[in-house]
């Protein structure tokens, strides 16, 4: 068994070596079951060291010039080699318990995916606590992975086709609508883990106002098959802000 993690990174050198960190700290969940694993870091056209600390630190760097988050994470997994792709965001920090739960979900031979609940790393007021809090729940509700944490078996990945190339956001969720209905097929289960939840910055919350943030939301459940596919409406995870 090999699991391969992959992470998108754009201009990330500031939490991408304590994202590589968490991540060796939390191995031994796989090495222990005497599990394969490799780190490939996908460098999203970055202008910063992002992919020379990625190196130094041991992982594997492949390059991807359209700066959308859904081709990156594509370009890694096209470079892995493992039975189960682990997709990580830059700025998150996993936790061996968390790894573990991951281990167990693969070892059960019948989970297709498996996503995990977020908690913040910093306290947030009390509306920002809220917007996190119906995401978990939605989460768990409707089985969508969040794009922090996405484990899926790499053999059904690539017959739904990866990411979609023309969304700048929510990739995810149209991720995981696909590989329901093959899970449904195959007769799989698709889970939320939710015992240790996935650590992430909270930076983006405190960067934009919080008017731009609901006007975001907003307009994503208004419109909700135009805004992903609309870059400036999506500027925050690519307007180089950090």
């Known amino acids: 068994m090999t699991v391969s993690i992959v992470i998108p990174a754009f201009n990330e050198e500031r939490l991408l070596p304590r994202t590589l960190a968490a991540v060796r700290d939390a191995l031994p969940a796989f090495t222990d079951r005497g599990w394969n694993h490799?780190?490939?870091v996908c460098d999203n056209n970055s202008s910063d060291r992002t992919p020379d600390l990625a190196r130094a630190s041991g992982?594997?760097?492949v390059f991807?010039?359209?700066n959308q988050i859904g081709r990156a994470r594509n370009a890694g997994a096209a470079a892995a080699c493992g039975d189960w792709l682990l997709f990580l965001d830059a700025d998150s920090i996993p936790t061996r318990a968390l790894f573990e739960d991951a281990a167990n979900?693969?070892?059960?031979?019948?989970?297709?995916?498996?996503?995990?609940?977020?908690?913040?790393?910093?306290?947030l007021p009390p509306i920002e606590s809220v917007l996190v809090g119906c995401w978990n729940l939605a989460s768990r509700l409707f089985r969508w992975m969040a794009g922090s944490f996405i484990l899926v078996e790499a053999a059904a990945f690539r017959e739904v086709g990866g990411f979609h190339p023309d969304l700048y956001a929510a990739e995810e969720l149209d991720l995981s609508r696909r590989l329901k209905a093959l899970a449904r097929r195959r007769r799989k289960r698709t889970i939320i883990l939710t015992r240790h939840p996935l650590v992430s910055s909270?930076?983006?919350?405190?960067?934009?106002p919080r008017r731009y943030l609901l006007r975001f939301f907003a307009r994503g459940l208004l419109r909700p098959l135009s805004t992903p596919r609309d870059r400036e409406a999506c500027a925050m995870w690519y307007d180089g802000r950090r």
């Open 38 to 40: 490799e780190v490939v």
């Open 59 to 61: 992982a594997r760097v």
């Open 64 to 66: 991807e010039p359209v």
């Open 105 to 123: 979900a693969i070892a059960s031979g019948d989970v297709l995916f498996a996503g995990a609940v977020v908690r913040l790393d910093e306290n």
């Open 202 to 208: 909270a930076r983006r919350l405190k960067l934009y």
